[in-house]
């Protein structure tokens, strides 16, 4: 079946504006998570949906971040008055979650690379 | 707080060879699961293997088999008969059993280059 899709696969754009990225979980994946991974830092986690539980921010920046997800499907992270540090790759993954043992394992999309000039 | 270490940047292996793949991780929790994913230059995060802290018996697929220490602590990753398409970065990642968030925590990466 169809794996995790995330776009654009490339953004660039010009310091102080708004950016949207877009990720198609796996179908039937209630559990969506962001990362970002630059060079400096590594991989870290950002955002957390599961369900209609409220979601769990605690790795986002700054408030510059904001992340929804509609209809328990498609997210979108948005990036506002983006920053030259905010450049790196967005990756999305999304699992199931298996009754009474957390989260399955987790499958990634091909990220989106993001240059702020 | 969790932590997943690796201590090898880089490294290389001749076609064919064997090549092992270091991870060391920290935390208080007896119940996790533990990671190991591939990264091409494609971009795409791929699962290799996976490990349940609670099993004894260490986790095996095809040519990626795992020795998992939890007293120690470690969890490597050995790659048999190296192919050239095993080019990438791989990364070591932990995740709470169970809990709520199940967020991965990721080490640094090691780069492993195989040679022809």
């Known amino acids: 079946g169809a794996g995790v899709s995330q776009s654009p696969s490339n953004k660039v754009t010009e310091k102080g504006k708004d950016v949207e990225l877009r990720c198609d979980p796996i179908?039937?994946?209630?559990?969506l998570y962001w990362y970002r991974q630059s060079l400096g830092q590594g991989l870290e986690f950002l955002i957390y949906?599961?369900?209609?539980?409220?979601?769990?921010k605690s790795g986002l920046p700054s408030d510059r971040f904001s992340a929804e997800r509609t209809g328990g499907s498609v997210s979108t992270l948005t990036i506002q008055r983006t920053q030259q540090e905010d450049s790196a790759v967005y990756l999305c993954?999304?699992?199931?979650?298996?009754?009474?043992?957390?989260?399955?394992?987790?499958?990634f999309g091909p990220g989106t690379r993001l240059t702020v000039l | 707080a969790q932590t997943v270490t690796q201590s090898q940047p880089e490294m290389s292996v001749q076609e064919a060879e064997t090549v092992t793949l270091s991870c060391t991780y920290d935390?208080?929790?007896?119940?996790?699961?533990l990671f190991w994913y591939k990264q091409p230059p494609s971009r795409q995060m791929i699962l290799v293997i996976r490990?349940?802290?609670?099993?004894?018996q260490n986790a095996t697929e095809n040519r990626f088999s795992v020795n998992f220490q939890k007293a120690a602590k470690s969890f490597s990753l050995k790659i048999s008969d190296s192919q050239l398409g095993d080019t990438a970065m791989y990364f070591c990642?932990?995740?709470?059993?169970?809990?709520?968030?199940?967020?991965?925590?990721f080490g640094k990466g090691t780069k492993l280059s195989v040679k022809p």
């Open positions: 993954a999304s699992s199931l979650v298996l009754r009474g043992s957390g989260t399955d394992t987790q499958y």
């Open positions: 179908s039937g994946h209630t559990a």
């Open positions: 949906f599961q369900g209609n539980s409220a979601p769990d």
């Open positions: 935390t208080s929790e007896n119940n996790y699961y």
């Open positions: 490990q349940e802290a609670y099993k004894q």
């Open positions: 990642a932990f995740m709470s059993y169970g809990g709520s968030q199940g967020n991965l925590i």
